[in-house]
């Protein structure tokens, strides 16, 4: 799914739960689980991370992330389980509208003429909220942080994706460590999961090719949506 379209976590983090791992562990394991393809894809945008638009950019967006991330896992590690329990079904639907409406929002945040319309402070400013909702839970996110790049007046869709990529690895790799500082990772099912999304990373490759992506689209839509229905009949 995040190969072809995205949304792989409405698979993977309930999953985990239907696996009996706790709610706040499977979040945990689920972020680490899926970090590696993160760090995967920042190779593939090498190239549009040099120069100095991208530090000019990308420091302030990192440093209010790093600190966003950080705060949002410690948040989640000190959430009582029946808490986060009741908030997932929220968290799942709020994920779901992002992606379903993904393409809606960032051509509204759009900039005209390539001109900014947010400054990189207000960016920093936002995405130390955007870090915290990666710490805390991160499903969408993404969207989330290609409307903020957006918003700076970036209008090139292969720097906005590189740019992205390296604050959600940046991001995530900060509530990783908190998460493995506090021993909330359940490594065995992080294992195999890593070992599943590399293959399906490899297959789904080939499968974009062959299929039409808004298909898969409304397919991780409706998976999403299911997903919601599901946890708020269970909580």
């Not at 945040?109 to 909220?129: M, S, V």
């Not at 903020?148 to 740019?163: F, Q, V």
């Not at 992205?164 to 493995?180: D, E, R």
Request: hydrophobic letters at 55%; glycine letters at 14%.
């Amino acid at each position: 799914m995040n190969s072809v379209a995205g949304g792989g976590s409405f698979l993977s983090f309930p999953a985990l739960l239907l696996a009996g791992v706790p709610p706040i562990q499977a979040n945990a394991t689920n972020t680490i689980a899926l970090l590696p393809g993160i760090l995967g894809s920042i190779g593939a945008y090498r190239g549009e991370l040099r120069g100095p638009e991208a530090r000019q950019v990308l420091i302030p967006l990192l440093s209010t992330g790093i600190v966003g991330g950080l705060l949002g896992a410690v948040t989640l590690l000190v959430t009582p389980q029946q808490t986060f329990l009741r908030l997932i079904p929220w968290l799942l639907l709020c994920a779901t509208l992002l992606f379903a409406f993904s393409r809606k929002i960032t051509a509204a945040l759009r900039p005209q003429g390539g001109e900014a319309t947010l400054t990189t402070k207000g960016a920093a400013a936002a995405q130390l909220f955007v870090g915290f909702y990666i710490g805390y839970f991160g499903a969408g996110a993404g969207i989330l942080m290609m409307a903020l790049l957006a918003l700076l007046g970036m209008t090139h869709i292969h720097r906005i994706n590189a740019y992205k990529t390296v604050q959600a690895a940046v991001c995530n790799g900060i509530a990783v460590l908190a998460f493995i500082f506090k021993g909330v990772i359940y490594w065995k099912h992080a294992g195999v999961m890593v070992l599943g999304a590399l293959l399906g990373g490899f297959f789904g490759a080939t499968l974009a090719q062959k299929m039409k992506q808004e298909h898969v689209r409304w397919i991780v839509i409706a998976i999403g949506a299911g997903m919601s229905a599901y946890f708020f009949m269970r909580t």
